[in-house]
């Protein structure tokens, strides 16, 4: 069992960026895959990014390719998403994942966390 908990999210302006955490709970957090995903209102919800346990493999979604960085410390338990140059349409709420692999589709993960507001202003 992994409990995900995000924090990080907040109002910023155009061209601004933020930093966000996801903190694991749990001895397996280092075995897992792990991946962020947002859901703007009315909206699926879409992949971002994604890292393999190690870190040594990532997967970024074209929309957020060159802005986004996803990294982990598994020492710590927690993967990160650092977001430069954001947009307005970067503005939903942002989810991390747990799953066994490096995965762009939502149900192929097995734990969620509950969400952190992003939102962007012009």
């Not at 069992?1 to 397996?28: D, F």
């Not at 859901?39 to 190690?54: D, L, T």
Request: hydrophobic share 35%; net charge neutral; aromatic share 12%.
């Amino acid at each position: 069992q992994v409990q995900l908990v995000e924090s990080g999210g907040g109002l910023v302006q155009a061209g601004g960026s933020l930093r966000l955490s996801c903190a694991a709970s749990g001895r397996t957090f280092s075995s897992y895959a792990m991946g962020w995903f947002r859901q703007a209102p009315g909206k699926e919800r879409e992949f971002v990014a994604a890292i393999s346990w190690s870190g040594g493999s990532t997967l970024y979604a074209d929309s957020v390719k060159g802005r986004f960085t996803i990294s982990r410390d598994n020492a710590k338990n927690t993967v990160y998403l650092q977001m430069n140059s954001l947009k307005p349409e970067d503005t939903a709420v942002y989810y991390c994942a747990a799953g066994n692999g490096v995965e762009i589709t939502p149900p192929l993960y097995d734990y969620w966390g509950q969400g952190t507001q992003v939102t962007v202003s012009s």
